[in-house]
């Protein structure tokens, strides 16, 4: 079994910044990408930012330029930095990850892992 957790979240006001940590655990062959997406009642989840093992990056449009996405270099860990919150930033973000593990004998197989949610609310 692999698994994600996430920690931060919280309360910020506007204007103000937050950091966000997932790490993944269990028998770890290799992570392929981890990444954020948020999501608000009614609405579909977005991207928020996502990493790859090469170190590229991927960022969602509404946040573009106000978050950064970093990791160790087997990205079992990433930091999400968020800057100049506002308002419409509130929303449960999830961590994901692909994360290669065994699968049954010597053979391995991809996951995709989903952490539970942390809540970030952004009001004054």
């Known amino acids: 079994q692999v698994h994600v957790v996430e920690s931060g979240g919280g309360l910020v006001q506007p204007g103000g910044s937050l950091r966000l940590s997932c790490t993944a655990s269990?028998?770890?062959?290799?992570?392929?990408?981890m990444g954020w997406y948020r999501q608000v009642p009614g609405k579909e989840r977005e991207l928020v930012a996502k990493?790859?093992?090469?170190?590229?990056?991927r960022y969602g449009d509404s946040v573009f330029g106000r978050v950064n996405i970093s990791g160790d270099r087997d990205l079992h860990t990433t930091n999400l930095q968020m800057n100049n919150l506002k308002p419409e930033d509130t929303a449960v973000y999830y961590c994901?990850?692909?994360?290669?593990?065994?699968?049954?004998?010597?053979?391995?197989?991809?996951?995709?892992?989903w952490g539970q949610g942390t809540q970030v609310t952004v009001s004054s």
């Open positions: 994901n990850s692909e994360i290669i593990a065994p699968y049954t004998g010597s053979l391995r197989r991809a996951y995709d892992c």
């Open positions: 269990g028998r770890i062959f290799s992570i392929n990408h």
């Open positions: 990493i790859f093992i090469d170190g590229g990056t």
